[in-house]
């Protein structure tokens, strides 16, 4: 039912389409912020298509998160104030459904690295923004500064943050910590103490993700800034959302190496996050095998009985797609196994009791 025939909302949860983007003017670049919105259940002259992906590994220049926003037929005007911004203004997309009780939300925050403008055809232009989230923490940075012996880790990072040229923002959760834990080298896997000091220049990322990964840790970059996440969780303190064939679930899970990737109703409620760290729970019976050999290492799913119920999986990455004249309105997740708040494990078949965190030499019980 229509709440207004004039202006048509769709009261069916998950069914009415629903976005928004905003695009404002870089830093110290006057202009106007232009706010662009529809509702897919109306005629609109304007159409968008969107696809962004968001990883929980940052490794240097990969995993940066990102999104690519095609809009068609805008007014002349706006694309060419829009062409003229080029990298480096801001944009913030969000999309979900418009009856109240479905999700909506912001999905990407970054800034425009590139404008292109082509007309794919007679009838339509199309201006396609390529934009990035740390455009210039991450692609566009370097620091030149000295490790004190003794230093930790964790203080090392946070030196790097604050000394680079674009200076790292940390996640609000992590910096806190930082903050106050930092003199004292208590950050997990960040302790170690450098036993002499050492000269830091060029990419500070690069550096970061190097330790970070050899310590069995996650790390991204989001508008929040730096976030760095263990592999063990705390069970008191989470965010679980479940799917079900009714509830979202679109096609069939697949499993993977480290657990499994399936697709949903676009859900703006995701995040890849430090704090609390998100989970998705789905039934393992549903969920497509990997081939198996007779040998060797092979993929398990959470089968947990306890705190961490039977197919609860970490986020580690999502892709959000959407088209507003299309088909595509949904979210892949990436999900990693999770026992007993450890994720990424792969089973010895020859050990059926062992299992193995193939991110380190780890082994766990």
Not at 30 to 55: A, C, K, Q
Not at 260 to 287: C, E, G, H, K, Q
Not at 318 to 327: A, E, K, M, T, Y
């Given at each position: ?135 210039g923490e991450i692609l566009q940075n370097y620091c030149v500064l000295k490790g004190d012996p003794q230093m930790t880790q964790a203080a090392l990072i946070a030196k790097m943050a604050s000394g680079s040229k674009t200076p790292i923002k940390l996640d609000p959760n992590l910096s806190s910590t930082m903050s106050s834990i930092v003199p004292k080298g208590n950050i997990p896997g960040l302790n ?174």
């Amino acid at each position: 039912m229509s709440a207004n025939p004039y202006n048509p909302v769709s009261q069916i949860p998950m069914m009415g389409r629903k976005w928004s983007l905003t695009i404002q003017p870089p830093p110290n670049v006057g202009g106007t912020e232009y706010v662009f919105s529809g509702l897919g259940n109306i005629p609109e002259p304007m159409r968008i298509v969107f696809e962004v992906s968001l990883s929980g590994y940052l490794d240097n220049s990969s995993g940066i998160w990102t999104a690519r926003i095609d809009l068609y037929n805008l007014s002349k005007d706006d694309a060419v104030a829009i062409l003229a911004y080029g990298q480096g203004a801001l944009v913030t997309l969000a999309a979900g459904y418009q009856e109240q009780s479905s999700p909506f939300g912001i999905i990407f925050e970054g800034e425009i690295y590139e404008v292109i403008y082509e007309r794919p055809d007679v009838y339509d232009s199309k201006v396609s923004l390529v934009c990035f989230t740390g455009l210039g923490e991450i692609l566009q940075n370097y620091c030149v500064l000295k490790g004190d012996p003794q230093m930790t880790q964790a203080a090392l990072i946070a030196k790097m943050a604050s000394g680079s040229k674009t200076p790292i923002k940390l996640d609000p959760n992590l910096s806190s910590t930082m903050s106050s834990i930092v003199p004292k080298g208590n950050i997990p896997g960040l302790n170690t103490q450098m036993p002499r000091a050492r000269a830091i220049f060029g990419d500070p990322m690069k550096t970061i993700s190097r330790m970070v990964t050899a310590s069995s840790l996650l790390s991204w970059y989001s508008p929040s800034g730096l976030g760095i996440s263990t592999l063990s969780q705390d069970p008191n303190n989470q965010v679980t959302i479940t799917y079900t064939s009714t509830t979202g679930i679109l096609g069939v899970p697949q499993q993977t190496q480290n657990g499994v990737n399936f697709v949903v109703a676009l859900d703006p409620r995701l995040r890849v996050s430090t704090n609390p760290p998100m989970l998705v729970n789905i039934a393992n019976s549903i969920i497509r095998r990997l081939q198996q050999a007779p040998n060797g290492y092979r993929a398990i799913l959470t089968t947990d009985a306890g705190i961490y119920s039977e197919g609860t999986y970490q986020v580690n990455g999502l892709q959000f797609r959407g088209d507003s004249r299309g088909n595509q309105w949904e979210t892949e997740i990436v999900g990693l196994t999770t026992i007993g708040g450890k994720v990424a494990m792969i089973d010895d078949s020859n050990t059926p009791d062992v299992t193995y965190d193939p991110r380190s030499t780890t082994i766990g019980q």
